[in-house]
T-cell receptor
């Protein structure tokens, strides 16, 4: 069965520091991988997605993620944190073996310290 | 282009009651998925509809049901509400099911249900 593990339910970084949010997945077939962001009282917004091709994926707001098949990971990074990055981040996996159903991680709350 | 619209935004119900939530997808989208979001469990998949047919269903009791209309609007219903049903219910729409290719799920702001 597919699953997503997000290491660290809470991450704090200083403004200007590197942001690293970890995501590991399990999938029996090549997966589609996603990162979503959720601001308070809002729905989820897609940051970036990986389907096929280049393993380094660039998204909105300066975020990027790298698909590493050997490590079954899809970690999200941003070189320099901004106060506006404070939010909840969700990693998700989807693949055709489960009818393309989405499976989400439990989320990582990012705090940016001024 | 209007986004995914969920109504109402907030609901307060008491145990034993039933509730219906509504989701209007982005124009042209035929796939609608529902999720339950709670602090402890994160996002859990409820069900997915495509062209008025339920394609997938998550691991929820039969008290949770849904449907999709010919205009792709979707409703979910929860009967005999329990305290544990208190959650944010999110709806997502996409052109077609799944994460393949350029297909993207767009989320609504959710309906926050409180069961007293």
């Amino acid at each position: 069965a597919q699953s997503v593990t997000q290491l660290g339910s809470h991450v704090s970084v200083s403004e200007g520091a590197l942001v690293l949010l970890r995501c590991n997945y399990s999938s029996s077939v090549p997966p589609y991988l996603f990162w979503y962001v959720q601001y308070p009282n809002q729905g989820l917004q897609l940051l970036l997605k990986y389907t096929t091709g280049a393993t380094l994926v660039k998204g909105i707001n300066g975020f990027e993620a790298e698909f590493k098949k050997s490590e079954t990971s899809f970690h999200l990074t941003k070189p320099s944190a901004h106060m506006s990055d404070a939010a909840e981040y969700f990693c998700a996996v989807s693949d055709y073996s489960t009818g393309n159903q989405f499976y989400f991680g439990t989320g990582t709350s990012l705090t940016v310290i001024p | 282009k209007a986004g995914v619209t969920q109504t109402p935004r907030y609901l307060i119900k008491t145990r034993g009651q039933q509730v219906t939530l509504s989701c209007s997808p982005i124009s042209g989208h035929r796939s609608v998925s529902w999720y339950q979001q709670t602090p402890g469990q994160g996002l859990q998949f409820l069900f997915e509809y495509f062209s008025e047919t339920q394609r997938n269903k998550g691991n929820f009791p039969g008290r949770f049901s849904g449907r999709q209309f010919s205009n792709s609007r979707s409703e979910m219903n929860v009967s005999t509400l329990e305290l544990g049903d208190s959650a944010l219910y999110l709806c997502a729409s996409s052109l077609v099911p799944g994460g393949q290719g350029k297909n993207i799920q767009y989320f609504g702001a959710g309906t926050r249900l409180s069961v007293l």
